[in-house]
């Protein structure tokens, strides 16, 4: 079994950034592709990005598309979200998950504990 641990999150002015890094054990990271998920109090979890186990494709919904790039590094066991231009909107709890496809938006088997978030304005 996969743990992840995201890190990163605080609190920043909108059109600031922040980058985001998830941290996993237990298994090589390789193996897996990764995402991130966002939720904000009271609203569903939504999907926010997500890499091949190669890195070589990337998804990305269309509310961070231009502003938030999602990478990893399968050598150091790690996957990373640079967010930039955050607006008041992006202000959530953000997850790492991993999935045993090859890239999903939505099909995922681990999931780490979170890390907020807050964009003030």
């Known amino acids: 079994q996969i743990q992840l641990v995201e890190s990163g999150g605080g609190l920043v002015q909108a059109g600031g950034s922040l980058r985001l890094s998830c941290a996993a054990s237990?298994?090589?990271?390789?193996?897996?592709?990764m995402g991130w998920f966002r939720q904000a109090p009271g609203q569903d979890r939504e999907f926010v990005a997500a890499?091949?186990?190669?890195?070589?494709?990337?998804l990305y919904a269309d509310s961070v598309k231009g502003r938030f790039t999602i990478s990893r590094d399968n050598a150091k066991n790690t996957v990373t979200l640079q967010m930039n231009s955050l607006s008041l909107g992006d202000t959530a709890s953000y997850y790492c998950?991993?999935?045993?496809?090859?890239?999903?938006?939505?099909?995922?088997?681990?999931w780490g504990q979170g890390t907020q978030v807050t964009v003030s304005s």
């Open positions: 998950a991993a999935t045993r496809l090859y890239i999903s938006r939505d099909d995922y088997d681990y």
């Open positions: 890499i091949s186990r190669t890195g070589g494709s990337t």
């Open positions: 237990g298994r090589f990271l390789s193996g897996y592709g």
